[in-house]
């Protein structure tokens, strides 16, 4: 643990969770709901208080921040990065933090909700903080430290750093997204005024994991065109949309390529949403693997189940749309071993396991990486996220301010 270090993170996860900054997937704006600002605005102004001047946020509510260098040396910027907002999956208003000081072992029951209980039985990491403190929501709502627990170890770590100048280290960015959840993190980030040359996101999960892999990730949406007719003269003539929709759905494959059926390094075809009438419907899918050229393939299986059910109706049609998304951040972070191999040396340095896991998901990392700023992703302690049941243990994010401090050494040093 860093000497002489009043940590911070825990209290400042339990005051940030408390904002409501839930984003919303049906919005067309930027940010999709404007109460992220909240929380943007205050951070500016905490990150001002700890003497970091330049601290700001913009219209669309990211924030910019700077830790000067304290070394005289020529090092690359590193940008440290989480985001702002919590999942559409389940509310994040009202959340009630709870700290559960010396955990014993036995089933949480969260006192909003007596359904909800966390044990050791369906969370095994929780047996990894027995007698330590770890936090929780109260069983109505997300806790939200996917990814408020990364926001925190930010703070915390650029306030280690602002009160130790003697700490060697290069110029240091930091930066706040907004709509992450919602595939948006990056749509209106100003690389320019960012100014950074590799970065890092804090939105992993248990101590010691480290992720330079994510899905390759593409959306389709179909729609369809039924024939609408009076439900009593259709004989002949009515060709139900959503009975066609209905009847994609049901001919995707059960034993593969679902998201119930798949793990580890499997892609899958994943139904998100389905909306319509008898006339017109559509269906939204993700499709996803690590393997980019694997996703053109499985989208050719879902053409062929739409082709072959349109078949069986006459008059019906469809179009068939799909929308990059975003792309494995391994293929830009093998240009760049040193990205990885300075952060395995930073957690060698704390006696930390350096597991490498892929991400079945994606990160603001992904699209960082395609835009020019390398990014892998390091862990918080987050844990059953976007679920009422979402908890981390304290430690965790202990070890995760430690981590940082050790890897703004290792460039240092490197350089």
């Not at 005051?15 to 049906?26: A, G, L």
């Not at 001002?48 to 304290?70: H, L, M, Q, R, S």
């Not at 209106?188 to 960012?194: F, G, I, N, S, T």
């Not at 302690?381 to 430690?395: D, L, P, R, Y």
């Amino acid at each position: 643990m860093l000497l002489n270090h009043h940590y911070s993170v825990a209290e400042r996860l339990m005051r940030y969770v408390q904002i409501d900054t839930q984003s919303d997937p049906s919005s067309k704006l930027h940010p999709s709901t404007s109460k992220q600002k909240d929380l943007s605005n205050l951070l500016v102004s905490e990150l001002k208080a700890i003497g970091i001047n330049d601290a700001t946020t913009d219209e669309f509510g990211y924030v910019y921040a700077t830790i000067p260098a304290t070394s005289s040396k020529k090092i690359p910027v590193i940008c440290f990065c989480s985001h702002l907002d919590t999942a559409p999956d389940c509310s994040g208003t009202n959340v009630k933090p709870l700290l559960h000081a010396n955990y014993n072992g036995l089933p949480i029951v969260l006192p909003d909700d007596e359904t909800q209980i966390i044990s050791v039985e369906k969370y095994p990491y929780l047996k990894n903080h027995i007698g330590k403190d770890i936090i929780t929501a109260s069983g109505n709502t997300l806790l939200g430290a996917d990814d408020k627990a990364g926001v925190a170890i930010i703070m915390d770590f650029a306030q280690y750093l602002m009160l130790h100048p003697e700490i060697l280290h290069g110029t240091i960015k930091i930066l706040f997204t907004p709509d992450e959840e919602i595939g948006e993190g990056t749509v209106k980030l100003d690389l320019a005024k960012l100014g950074a040359d590799f970065g890092y996101t804090l939105d992993g999960g248990k101590a010691g994991s480290f992720e330079e892999e994510t899905f390759s990730a593409d959306g389709v949406t179909i729609n369809i065109e039924g024939i609408i007719a009076h439900p009593g003269d259709a004989k002949n003539k009515m060709v139900n949309a959503i009975k066609i929709a209905g009847e994609i759905v049901d001919e995707l494959p059960k034993e593969s390529l679902s998201p119930e059926s798949t793990e580890g390094r499997q892609g899958f075809i994943h139904p998100l949403r389905i909306e319509g009438l008898a006339e017109k419907a559509s269906i939204d899918f993700l499709i996803r693997d690590f393997e980019t050229s694997k996703l053109k393939s499985h989208e050719s299986v879902l053409q062929n189940i739409v082709e072959q059910v349109i078949a069986k109706y006459k008059g019906a049609s469809y179009t068939f749309k799909v929308i990059e998304q975003y792309r494995n951040m391994k293929e830009i972070l093998d240009q760049f071993p040193f990205t990885v191999s300075y952060a395995e040396e930073a957690y060698k340095r704390m006696g930390l396991p350096f597991i490498k896991e892929p991400i079945r998901g994606g990160t603001d990392g992904s699209k960082l990486s395609f835009m020019g700023l390398p990014c892998p992703n390091i862990f918080t302690g987050m844990q059953a996220i976007h679920s009422k049941q979402e908890w981390i243990g304290v430690e965790d994010m202990q070890l995760a301010v430690e981590a940082l401090v050790q890897l703004a050494s290792v460039w240092e040093e490197r350089s």
